[in-house]
């Protein structure tokens, strides 16, 4: 197991919605607080993009393609940096990955389809 785990993907019709949760290993609590969070994702036979991030100050920035639908946030005290995804569509079909400073959870499927 590697110092972030995500988790709660799957598969989900358009409009639906998903919570990822990105739960830091034991190992790294310590530090958690002390960096920047963020998701990526990497869709089918494309290249990993970002997707949004959070500050330890808890300012955020979206990529324009889920501003107003996605929404991500940290809990320190649970060490966890969180995607709500409101509003999928079949173009949010990708491999998402939670990143914590230099560290990368070993990324989860989402996929958006009828």
């Known amino acids: 197991q590697g110092p972030l785990v995500e988790s709660a993907g799957g598969l989900v019709e358009p409009g639906g919605s998903l919570r990822l949760s990105c739960k830091a290993s034991?190992?790294?609590?310590?530090?958690?607080?002390?960096?920047?969070g963020a998701w990526y994702r990497q869709p089918p036979g494309k290249m990993r993009e970002p997707v949004a991030n959070i500050t330890t100050s808890r300012t955020t920035e979206y990529a324009d393609a889920v501003k107003g639908r996605f929404t991500i946030s940290r809990d320190n005290s649970r060490k966890t940096v969180y995607l709500q995804m409101n509003s999928l569509k079949t173009e949010d079909t990708a491999v998402y990955y939670c990143?914590?400073?230099?560290?990368w959870g070993q990324g989860i499927q989402v996929t958006v389809s009828s």
């Open positions: 990143n914590v400073g230099h560290m």
């Open positions: 034991r190992a790294i609590f310590s530090v958690f607080s002390a960096y920047d």
